[in-house]
């Protein structure tokens, strides 16, 4: 599985359209890339074609290995299903393909078009396929063109029924037609749920974004598109104006209230004071939640299902559930973003270090685009099996905590406690520190041994986010732990992040001691990663309203100037 939720892409484009450079975007993340050449080299009659063919081999990078199938266009079906799960393969261009088999007659290559789009869906490795797009040209004027364009007009129809995502390029710019569709599980009610929203870009709708209620999208798995973005340690983020937080720090202890003041909450409104570059800061007024999904395989989800965590991620994408029954209540969208699923760390890495790079852009951009849309306030929301346990695994790499008080109790369905799956949880998750004992404990290395697809992500928008000065909410252990790796790329991301309740969850205890992030309520709601912070969003907007509009004491007036907004 591929962090941007589709493992096959169909590239389509006409002539000089900038078809072939997209797809090595698509590609240019890869250690390693296997690029497959249809095209014949010709004759030595045409000198024209000769030096395309070699323009084409001299600027593929060293590492690509490539396969130029000639007269053996058969061969591409075989290569597919062969292909391993760790490849990525580059097919330029299905049009070549077509051609190569025009000789044999419709019915031969309807045969051989079927045969490749059945080894497309069975392709394990990250595969892109590049094709002539013959649908928008004027119909040919010999018999051998119109043949061609047939041909291959129902190749790539084919091609891009298996693909799970398809992009045009015009003139350089690309436009995605298809993007993967989740499968959540079907709901446990015997009445039939209503079907969600449809996916994509433009999931939202204008019906949705005029409503007063939640927007929910039940994904939005932007293409791995690449943007010159290197995440590596050391960057340099901003960090919240500390100026602005003293100033709001200071005028909250002249307010014109009969106690105490804000007391616990007076860390928030310094918070957001500093994180909006203003003394007088202003409520959250647009609210996003990022539901992450991403199982783990092995001892880590002991107790756990992937069947219930996609019930949640579906409770929560129709208004029910704790999540989103709260983010509706809010006012606040709701973003289910699919993360790969991690293998068992017990024996193995949880991903490669391809996928860990892919996790960490995919979640920056997602950081950009909720920002580049008005969201003033991240909540950080997770669900998945196993996904508890490998937080605790990080955390402890991370802090050199004792692994077995990281992890809390496995809750049964009925309340009980699962000791059982604890236990088996906890031998999972001292094998894995002892597998990865003398390994780098970087941030990459953590995430590709222990973390898994989730908290991969989740540190990318963290990232993401303190790179464009946008507040998150963190309030479960894989959010935390997300935290903790952040630091080691770029430490200013946790200045950017409140805790506003710690659940009681050891693990997010622990990581927010170590992050500097107290903890602003201390309700020890235990409703899941994400619902504790939309519960306590009613108060931490309640101080912020307060903050904004009581005025100082009238024997303070005096004092000094009113710090302006």
Known sequence: MVVDGWNAALVLGGIRSGKSAFAETLVSGAPAVRYVATASPGGGDDAEWAARIEAHRSHRPDSWMTEELGAEPQRLATLLTEAKPDETVLVDDLGGWVTAQLDGGTDALAEAVAGLADAVRLCAA?????????????????????????????????????????????????????????????????????????????????????????????????????????????????MPDEASANLAGARLRGLDVAGGGLGGLSGVVEFAAGTQRRAVPTPWTSVRVLLVHGDHAGGVSAGDSAEEAARRARQAVEDEGPLGILAAE??????????????????????????????????????????????????????????????????????????????????????????????????AVRDAMHRTRARPRGARDLLAALGGGDIAVVTGVLLGAASRRTPVLLDGPVGVAAG????????????????????????????????GLASALDLRLGLGEGATALAALPVLRSALILAANVARHPALAGDADEPRA
């Open 330 to 427: 809010a006012g606040a969208s709701l973003q289910l973003v699919r993360a790969p699923a991690g293998r068992p760390i017990e024996t193995e890495d949880a991903l490669t270090a391809m996928e860990v790079d892919q996790a960490l852009g995919y979640g920056w951009r997602l950081a950009e685009e909720a920002t580049d849309s008005g969201v003033d306030l991240l909540v950080i929301a997770a669900c998945g099996a196993g996904a508890g346990a490998a937080a605790a695994a990080v955390t402890s790499a991370v802090t050199g905590a004792e692994p077995v008080a990281m992890l809390a109790r496995a809750d049964a369905p009925d309340g009980r406690y699962d000791d059982a799956a604890w236990m088996v949880r906890c031998a």
């Open 126 to 238: 990250r595969l892109v396929i590049v094709s002539p797009e013959v649908g928008l040209s004027v119909v040919p004027a010999t018999v051998l063109g119109r043949a061609f364009a047939d041909e291959l007009g129902l190749a790539n129809r084919a091609v891009a029924e298996a693909c799970d995502a398809v992009v045009l390029v015009v003139a350089g710019q690309p436009t995605w037609l298809k993007t993967p569709r989740p499968t959540p599980a079907p709901p446990p009610a015997p009445t039939p749920a209503p079907e969600p929203a449809s996916t994509g870009p433009t999931s939202a709708g204008s019906e949705a974004s005029a409503s007063t209620t939640a927007l929910h999208e039940p994904t939005l798995t932007l293409p791995a598109i690449s943007t010159g973005l290197v995440i590596q340690p050391g960057m340099d983020l901003p």
């Open 484 to 515: 903790l790796v952040s630091r080691d790329i770029g430490g200013q991301a946790r200045h950017w992040c409140l805790v506003p309740d710690h659940g009681g969850h050891p693990t997010v205890k622990h990581a927010a001691d170590v992050l």
